[in-house]
């Protein structure tokens, strides 16, 4: 029996929106490629040369010869192997002709000068209907998805590169390690210079505490007034920062610029913003550009993690309340809020918490609050004040966490919902990332 | 009879992953009637179902419900149009986190202003009507409980409840016993037959088991792979017929 199928199904007209996503991805495996190599180059010339040369040694060599052999050597590592970029994303390579003997060793070589220079990288736009990109479709291959080419048996440097890295990266790292050694013994022989530190701390100034508990109040009420501008901002802005929310060609144009400006919002810190709005908003207004600096960053991480929330929502019950006749209003009313506002509540407070900590940090360029006032104090080496300082700004954060945690806790076992410790989880990583990372 | 539904033609092509879901499907559905949809998984039982409230937009093809095109209705025709067609689902969809009274009021949102509704105020009459739906499947004691906390077969009396809300002329139902025991998915079938014959509601529902399809339905419309393969009633359905619809390694089981 034959099957007549509906016209357009299937259809040989060019499919761009498929071949624009499969694009992406080859980009995405040879850029992973590109990564891995250049890490590797980078961890094997500073490891080769003495330390007093630095990090900085793989710049000897001009970026773009280092960028074009690296490029070739991914080209080289996906048409002979299996590369990381390949593994990690599902790739296979398929010969879709004779692929034995000397020919097909030539034809793997042409493809990998090929790969580099090919319009993977400028031309999305040269695919036929089925996607096959012009380094592949000339050299005899196609990058099948993992699942459906069979492996034949694979000799072993397509299966050991995985190893070899992890065993230059370990070799980079002892390597690193006995060339710093010198400068972690220092950290415990030359201690004494602390000395007069020590002899002040040991001494605080409890005059400074009456106008220290002011300035902590000022950097409270900072915290407080830019967690809650950010609120107000970035609830209504985490529905078009949601992708199962934007559907649609403008729905996925507004995602993609929401989401882009956040990133760049979100990779500026806010001390950063602090020093460019001191000079915009004038210096004796610091407290001001203090509160719109850690706004700004709010807004980016409270975006952020509500839309994710709001991504990992259950469908089901919105897809029923819109079965009901419900407007698009009450659809987010009844099937939308119900499963989000727990944890918005809990991200609020965290990151009350953090602005918490923040707002003393962002005091210290000059956002106002006690943060500056500490800073002026140890710039001058008045370590008796600075020490109260510093007890008032810890016993300020040491009260905001504990009672952030508590507060979260009840909201979180407040219900029996069990798709809810997976974000407990995530929030507490988050947090310990945050507080040990890299933030600052 | 008259006809409640005349679907001509439908098409539904899934663009992500390229599926052809439904291949040039017609077929009417009469008022009162009860439909029975059987079809392997994936053969587009809910891909039918959800083309009929437009939860699903048709690639092509008209489906006509009550002499009014919802192919081409507005946004605001499309909401009136689903008031009257009420739909259960396999896995419940309450709003786990809300009170089993308002998954049922939310029945109701159709109807009443939006203004209201948005800060959770219903009329006195439209929570009674709850409390009267509730007592119709018999769980009224559970009202102020939290969705979550009822068994499956309750969760899908309170949406059998949030259908009732609506009062609605046709009800759909994709699955709606697939995920209870078999002693519940014979409770739960027998609302969904007591509102078809007390309440004049036409019920289209997807089932999984012939043996259920034999004992509720009254007529029988098979799809695989997206086409109808068998339009008739539950008699009509033998060995041969039997294994067209389910492929020739099946066997029939019977859900007790
Ligand atoms: N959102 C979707 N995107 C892509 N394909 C889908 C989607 N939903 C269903 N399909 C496909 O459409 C076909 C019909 O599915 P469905 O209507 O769910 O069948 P059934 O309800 O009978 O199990 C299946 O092949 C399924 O994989
Ligand atoms: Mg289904």
């Given at each position: 029996m034959t099957?007549?199928?509906?016209?357009?199904?299937?259809?040989?007209?060019?499919?761009?929106?498929?071949?624009?996503?499969?694009w992406?991805?080859?980009?995405?495996?040879?850029?992973?490629?590109?990564a891995?190599?250049?890490?590797?180059?980078?961890?094997?010339?500073?490891?080769?040369?003495?330390?007093d040369?630095?990090?900085?040694?793989?710049?000897?060599?001009?970026?773009?010869?280092?960028?074009?052999?690296?490029?070739?050597?991914?080209?080289?590592?996906?048409?002979?192997?299996?590369?990381?970029?390949?593994?990690?994303?599902?790739?296979?390579?398929?010969a879709?002709?004779?692929?034995?003997?000397?020919?097909?060793?030539?034809r793997?070589?042409f493809?990998?000068?090929?790969?580099?220079?090919?319009?993977?990288?400028?031309?999305?736009?040269l695919?036929t209907?089925?996607?096959?990109?012009?380094?592949?479709?000339?050299?005899?291959?196609?990058?099948?998805?993992?699942?459906?080419?069979?492996?034949?048996?694979?000799?072993?440097?397509?299966?050991?590169?995985?190893?070899?890295?992890?065993?230059?990266a370990?070799?980079?790292?002892?390597?690193?390690?006995?060339?710093?050694?010198?400068?972690?013994?220092k950290?415990?022989?030359?201690?004494?210079?602390?000395?007069?530190?020590?002899?002040?701390?040991?001494?605080?100034?409890?005059?400074?505490?009456?106008?220290?508990?002011?300035?902590l109040?000022?950097?409270?009420?900072?915290?407080?007034m830019?967690?809650l501008?950010?609120?107000?901002?970035?609830?209504?802005?985490?529905?078009?920062?949601?992708?199962?929310?934007?559907?649609?060609?403008?729905?996925?144009?507004?995602?993609?610029?929401?989401?882009?400006?956040?990133?760049?919002?979100?990779?500026?810190?806010?001390?950063?913003?602090?020093?460019?709005?001191?000079?915009?908003?004038?210096a004796?207004?610091?407290?001001m550009?203090?509160?719109?600096?850690?706004?700004?960053?709010?807004?980016?991480?409270?975006?952020?993690?509500?839309?994710e929330?709001?991504?990992?929502?259950?469908?089901?019950?919105v897809?029923?309340?819109?079965?009901?006749?419900?407007?698009?209003?009450?659809?987010?009313?009844?099937?939308?809020?119900?499963?989000?506002?727990?944890?918005?509540?809990?991200?609020?407070?965290?990151?009350?918490?953090?602005?918490?900590?923040?707002?003393?940090?962002?005091?210290?360029?000059?956002g106002g609050?006690?943060?500056?006032r500490l800073?002026?104090?140890?710039?001058?080496?008045?370590?008796?004040d600075?020490?109260?300082?510093?007890?008032?700004?810890?016993?300020?954060?040491?009260a905001?966490?504990?009672?952030?945690?508590?507060?979260?806790?009840?909201?979180?076992?407040?219900?029996?919902?069990?798709?809810?410790?997976?974000?407990?989880?995530?929030?507490?990583?988050e947090?310990?990332?945050?507080?040990?990372?890299?933030?600052? | 009879?008259?006809?409640?539904?005349?679907?001509?033609?439908?098409?539904?092509?899934?663009?992500?992953?390229?599926?052809?879901a439904?291949?040039?499907?017609?077929?009417?559905?009469?008022?009162?009637e009860?439909?029975?949809?059987?079809?392997?998984?994936?053969?587009?039982?809910?891909?039918?179902?959800?083309?009929?409230?437009?939860?699903?937009?048709?690639?092509?093809?008209?489906?006509?419900?009550?002499?009014?095109?919802?192919?081409?209705?507005?946004?605001?025709?499309l909401?009136?149009?689903?008031?009257?067609?009420?739909?259960?689902?396999?896995?419940?969809?309450?709003?786990?986190?809300?009170?089993?009274?308002?998954?049922?009021l939310?029945?109701?949102?159709?109807?009443?202003?939006?203004?209201?509704?948005?800060?959770?105020?219903?009329?006195?009459?439209?929570?009674a009507?709850?409390?009267?739906?509730?007592?119709?499947v018999?769980?009224p004691?559970?009202?102020?409980?939290?969705?979550?906390?009822?068994?499956?077969?309750?969760?899908?009396?309170?949406?059998?409840?949030?259908?009732?809300?609506?009062?609605?002329?046709?009800?759909?139902?994709?699955?709606?016993?697939?995920?209870?025991?078999?002693?519940?998915?014979?409770?739960?079938?027998?609302?969904?037959?007591?509102m078809?014959?007390?309440?004049?509601v036409?019920?289209?529902?997807?089932?999984?088991?012939?043996?259920?399809?034999?004992?509720?339905?009254?007529?029988?419309?098979?799809?695989?792979?997206?086409?109808?393969?068998?339009?008739?009633s539950?008699?009509?359905?033998d060995?041969?017929?039997?294994?067209?619809?389910?492929?020739?390694d099946?066997?029939?089981?019977?859900?007790?």
């Amino acid at each position: 029996m034959t099957k007549t199928y509906h016209a357009g199904f299937m259809s040989d007209k060019p499919n761009w929106g498929q071949a624009l996503k499969l694009w992406r991805r080859d980009v995405l495996v040879f850029l992973t490629d590109v990564a891995c190599l250049a890490g590797l180059w980078m961890l094997i010339t500073y490891a080769a040369i003495s330390p007093d040369r630095g990090v900085l040694v793989f710049l000897t060599v001009p970026w773009w010869l280092m960028l074009l052999v690296v490029a070739v050597l991914a080209g080289l590592w996906q048409s002979f192997g299996l590369s990381s970029g390949m593994k990690l994303l599902g790739r296979r390579l398929k010969a879709t002709q004779d692929a034995s003997g000397a020919a097909a060793f030539a034809r793997r070589l042409f493809r990998a000068l090929l790969l580099p220079f090919s319009p993977l990288l400028v031309l999305p736009v040269l695919v036929t209907a089925r996607y096959v990109p012009i380094h592949d479709r000339w050299s005899g291959f196609e990058t099948q998805s993992a699942t459906e080419v069979v492996d034949p048996k694979s000799p072993w440097y397509r299966r050991s590169w995985a190893v070899a890295i992890a065993l230059l990266a370990l070799t980079a790292f002892a390597v690193s390690v006995i060339f710093t050694r010198v400068n972690l013994v220092k950290l415990f022989t030359e201690f004494d210079n602390t000395a007069n530190i020590r002899a002040q701390i040991a001494n605080p100034n409890w005059g400074v505490l009456f106008e220290g508990g002011q300035l902590l109040l000022v950097t409270l009420f900072m915290a407080f007034m830019a967690t809650l501008f950010g609120i107000i901002v970035a609830v209504p802005l985490s529905f078009v920062a949601a992708r199962n929310l934007t559907q649609g060609l403008v729905g996925r144009a507004v995602y993609t610029i929401v989401r882009g400006i956040l990133s760049i919002l979100r990779s500026i810190q806010p001390f950063i913003w602090v020093i460019v709005l001191i000079v915009w908003v004038k210096a004796g207004n610091a407290p001001m550009a203090g509160v719109i600096a850690l706004f700004i960053h709010s807004v980016a991480d409270l975006t952020k993690l509500y839309a994710e929330r709001l991504e990992s929502i259950d469908p089901g019950p919105v897809e029923a309340i819109r079965a009901t006749g419900a407007s698009q209003s009450q659809v987010i009313m009844y099937g939308i809020i119900p499963q989000i506002i727990n944890p918005y509540m809990s991200f609020t407070i965290y990151r009350w918490d953090i602005n918490v900590r923040m707002s003393t940090i962002v005091g210290m360029v000059g956002g106002g609050g006690i943060g500056q006032r500490l800073l002026q104090e140890m710039r001058v080496s008045d370590y008796s004040d600075a020490v109260v300082l510093m007890m008032l700004i810890m016993v300020a954060v040491w009260a905001m966490d504990t009672l952030s945690a508590r507060l979260r806790e009840r909201i979180e076992t407040g219900s029996s919902n069990p798709a809810l410790p997976s974000y407990a989880l995530k929030l507490k990583t988050e947090i310990s990332n945050r507080t040990f990372g890299s933030r600052w | 009879m008259e006809d409640l539904i005349r679907i001509e033609n439908l098409v539904k092509i899934y663009e992500r992953g390229e599926v052809l879901a439904l291949n040039d499907v017609s077929t009417t559905v009469q008022k009162g009637e009860f439909l029975v949809l059987l079809g392997l998984s994936g053969s587009g039982k809910s891909t039918l179902l959800r083309c009929i409230n437009r939860l699903i937009e048709p690639t092509a093809g008209t489906i006509v419900f009550d002499g009014k095109d919802v192919t081409k209705a507005s946004s605001r025709q499309l909401r009136h149009l689903r008031r009257r067609m009420a739909m259960i689902f396999q896995q419940f969809n309450l709003v786990k986190r809300s009170s089993v009274l308002t998954n049922v009021l939310s029945g109701r949102l159709g109807y009443v202003n939006p203004a209201a509704s948005a800060i959770h105020k219903f009329a006195k009459q439209d929570i009674a009507d709850a409390m009267a739906c509730l007592e119709r499947v018999g769980i009224p004691e559970q009202a102020y409980k939290r969705a979550d906390e009822l068994s499956g077969g309750q969760q899908q009396r309170v949406g059998i409840a949030r259908a009732l809300m609506q009062q609605p002329d046709l009800l759909m139902a994709d699955e709606p016993v697939s995920a209870l025991d078999p002693a519940t998915a014979h409770s739960i079938m027998q609302y969904l037959e007591q509102m078809n014959q007390e309440d004049d509601v036409t019920v289209v529902t997807s089932l999984h088991f012939l043996s259920l399809a034999r004992r509720y339905g009254a007529r029988i419309l098979a799809l695989k792979d997206g086409e109808i393969v068998f339009e008739g009633s539950p008699a009509e359905i033998d060995k041969v017929k039997f294994k067209e619809i389910y492929g020739e390694d099946a066997e029939e089981v019977e859900v007790r």
